[in-house]
C-alpha cells in the first residue's frame, strides 16, 4: 500500500485524501493550523460562530462529483441564494437586489437600465458559450507543457477570440447605460485579483455561472460543515491528521522526495508527498527553487490580501441579508489604487455576510453574527498592519451609518484578522486571499504544475496550481491531481 503525505488540510488537501483513500493509498495528512480546513475554517467566540473565509459557493455539482466518487452520497445540504446578494451604493440608503430571475431583476432596475432583462440575457449567453466550451477542455484538464495547452486552446471556437483582447470593463460597458449595473457585473473581476479595468472579458463567465449556470448557495449549519462531513468520512477510511505541524525544510531526496521536515525537526517520509501549501511559494520557500525565489515571488500578480472582522452584536439588523456588498463612489480610482496603496482606504468598500440570518445556532438568542470582508492590498504594499483597529473602526462606524444600527453600543464579541494574521495563521504568500491571479499568463500550463519539476512524487494541489481559486475550482484540482498519481503509479504496486 503506497504511503502518502499531504502538507495542509485545505480544501484541496482533504479532498485529495478523500480520493486517494478510497482508492487504497495510505494517507496522513500534516497541518500547521490547529484546525483543518485552511481558509475554509471556523472562528469560535463568546457563544458565536462564523465561517472564517468562504460563505458562498458556486459549481455545486462538483461537491457531488466529489462524494460521489469515494461512493458516498453527498452529506452537504445546499440552500441557494435567492436573491444572490444585495448591493449598497454609496448615497442610497435602498439597497438593489441581484435576483437570477431577470424579469425581477429588470423590475428592481427599471428607473435606471430599461430593457435589462433583454441585455443581461444576450451577455449571459455570450458567457455561456464560452464557459462550456472551456469547461471541460481547459478547466478539467491537467496539461504536461505549454504546447499541449495552447494545442488545447486552439480547439476554443475562435468566435471567443475577441473575448481575449477585450477586457471586462469595455464588455459591461457596452452591454449596459447605467454605472450601477456595470459595476454590479464587473465585481467579480476582484475575486481573480485584477479589476474590470484590465482582466480580459472571458472573465465574464463568473456572471454566467453566478446569475444563470448554477447560482450562489450557502451552506446548511455553516460553510464549515463541508470540513466537517469530510473530516467524519476521513476518520473513516483511516485517514491521519496531525495538527499543529508546520512543514519547514526537505530532508533526503535523490530524484524523489523522500522526507519533509517539520518545526520540531521531526522527519516524515512516504512515497508519495503532495503539497496543499501554496504551490508558488512552497517552490520557493521549501524547495528552495530559484524561479520562486521571494523576488520572483514578488513580481507575479497575487490576488487581493483579506482584511476581515467578525461581530458578535445584541439585536437584529434589520437591513442586512445573508450576503450584502457596500460600494463607495469613485469606481475607477478605487480599482486602480486598491491593489498597491500602502494606505488604508478612507472610503473602503466591503462584503458583509451574516449567517445568524439563515442559522439561528451560530449566534446567541436574539443576536446576529456580523463577518466583514474587506479586500486590501498585500504585504508587499502595506507590511504594517498596526493600525488595523483604524480601519476596522472606520467600516464598523460606516456600517452602523448605512445600516441605521449603532454596533458599537450593542457589541458582544469582535475579531479582527488583518492580511498579516491570514498570512501567519495559514501561510498565504504576503497575505493573498485567493493566491496566484488569473491573469493570462497565470493560467492553464502556465499556472504552477500540479506535478513537481524536480521530485517525481511530488505533487500540488489547490488554489495556485491548476486550475485555479475557489472552492470548486480547488475540489478539481484535486481530482486532476488525483488523476496525475494515478496514471504516474498505474504499474507500480
Ligand atoms: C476571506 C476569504 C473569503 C473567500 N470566500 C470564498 C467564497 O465565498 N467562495 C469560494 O468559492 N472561495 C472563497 N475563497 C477562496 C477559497 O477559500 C480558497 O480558494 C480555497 O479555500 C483554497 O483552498 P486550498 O486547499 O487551496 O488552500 P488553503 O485553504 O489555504 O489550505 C492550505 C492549508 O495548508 C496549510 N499549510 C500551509 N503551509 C503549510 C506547511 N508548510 N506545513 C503544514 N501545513 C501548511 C495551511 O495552514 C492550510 O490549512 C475565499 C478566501 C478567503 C481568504
Redesign the pocket.
Known amino acids: 500500500m503506497k504511503k502518502v503525505l499531504i502538507?495542509?488540510?485545505?480544501?484541496?488537501?482533504?479532498?485529495t485524501a478523500l480520493r486517494l483513500a478510497k482508492k487504497g493509498y495510505k494517507v496522513t495528512i500534516?497541518?500547521?493550523?490547529h484546525?483543518?480546513?485552511?481558509?475554509?475554517?471556523l472562528i469560535e467566540q463568546d457563544g458565536f460562530r462564523f465561517d472564517?473565509?468562504?460563505?458562498?459557493?458556486?459549481m455545486t455539482y462538483e461537491l457531488d462529483e466529489l462524494f460521489n466518487s469515494t461512493g458516498e452520497k453527498n452529506p452537504i445540504e445546499l440552500e441557494e441564494l435567492d436573491p444572490l446578494y444585495q448591493v449598497f451604493f454609496e448615497g442610497n440608503d435602498k439597497p438593489r437586489l441581484i435576483y437570477k430571475d431577470l424579469q425581477k431583476l429588470e423590475e428592481e432596475f427599471k428607473d435606471i437600465e430599461p430593457n435589462l432583462a433583454q441585455k443581461v440575457e444576450e451577455y449571459l449567453t455570450r458567457a455561456g458559450h464560452f464557459f462550456h466550451d472551456t469547461e471541460d477542455k481547459v478547466v478539467k484538464s491537467n496539461f504536461n507543457n505549454k504546447l499541449e495547452y495552447i494545442l488545447k486552446l486552439s480547439r476554443v471556437p475562435l468566435k471567443h477570440l475577441p473575448y481575449l483582447f477585450k477586457t471586462m470593463w469595455s464588455e459591461v460597458d457596452k452591454t449596459f447605460k447605467s454605472e450601477e449595473m456595470k459595476i454590479i457585473f464587473s465585481l467579480v473581476a476582484f475575486?481573480l485579483g485584477s479589476t474590470p479595468f484590465q482582466t480580459p472579458a472571458i472573465y465574464s463567465l463568473l456572471n454566467y455561472t453566478e446569475m444563470r449556470h448554477n447560482g450562489?448557495w450557502k451552506v446548511k449549519g455553516g460553510?464549515y460543515k463541508m470540513v466537517e462531513e469530510i473530516l467524519k468520512i476521513l476518520d473513516r477510511f483511516g485517514v491521519k491528521i496531525v495538527y499543529n505541524?508546520?512543514?519547514?525544510g526537505i530532508g533526503n531526496s535523490n530524484g524523489k522526495l523522500n522526507e519533509?521536515i517539520?518545526q520540531n525537526g521531526n522527519r516524515w517520509s512516504a512515497d508519495i508527498i503532495i503539497?496543499?501549501?501554496?504551490a508558488a511559494s512552497?517552490r520557493g520557500?521549501?524547495l528552495g527553487r530559484k524561479d520562486y525565489r521571494e523576488e520572483k515571488l514578488d513580481k507575479m500578480h497575487w490576488t487581493l490580501?483579506?482584511f476581515?472582522i467578525y461581530l458578535g452584536v445584541k439585536g437584529k439588523v434589520d437591513k442586512l441579508t445573508h450576503h450584502n456588498y457596500f460600494l463607495g463612489s469613485n469606481f475607477k480610482g478605487y480599482a486602480d489604487t486598491i491593489f498597491t496603496s500602502s494606505i488604508n482606504p478612507q472610503k473602503p468598500y466591503y462584503y458583509v455576510?451574516v449567517l445568524s440570518k439563515s442559522e439561528e445556532s451560530c449566534a446567541p438568542e436574539g443576536c446576529e453574527n456580523i463577518y466583514i470582508?474587506c479586500p486590501v492590498p498585500d504585504l508587499r504594499y502595506k507590511n504594517d498592519w498596526s493600525d488595523k483597529e483604524d480601519l476596522a473602526s472606520n467600516i464598523i462606524s460606516d456600517l452602523s451609518n448605512r445600516t441605521g444600527f449603532d454596533i458599537e453600543s450593542n457589541l458582544i464579541t469582535k475579531k479582527i484578522m488583518a492580511p498579516d494574521d491570514?498570512a501567519k495563521?495559514?501561510?498565504?504568500y504576503k497575505g493573498s486571499?485567493?493566491?496566484l491571479a488569473h491573469d493570462i499568463d497565470q493560467v492553464g500550463a502556465f499556472r504552477p504544475r500540479n506535478k513537481d519539476e524536480e521530485f517525481s512524487n511530488l505533487y500540488y494541489?489547490?488554489?495556485?496550481?491548476t486550475p485555479?481559486?475557489?472552492?470548486?475550482?480547488?475540489i478539481i484540482?484535486?481530482k486532476l491531481v488525483t488523476e496525475r498519481i494515478e496514471k504516474d503509479y498505474a504499474n507500480i504496486s
Do not use: Q
Open positions: 502538507i495542509g488540510s485545505g480544501l484541496g488537501g482533504l479532498s500534516l497541518e500547521k493550523h484546525r483543518a480546513g485552511g481558509r475554509l475554517n472564517m473565509g468562504p460563505s458562498f459557493m458556486s475575486f450562489y460553510m505541524t508546520e512543514i519547514v519533509v517539520d503539497s496543499n501549501s501554496d512552497f520557500n521549501i490580501a483579506p476581515t455576510n470582508l491570514w495563521s495559514l501561510n498565504l486571499g485567493l493566491g494541489v489547490g488554489a495556485s496550481t485555479g481559486t475557489g472552492l470548486p475550482m480547488v484540482s484535486s
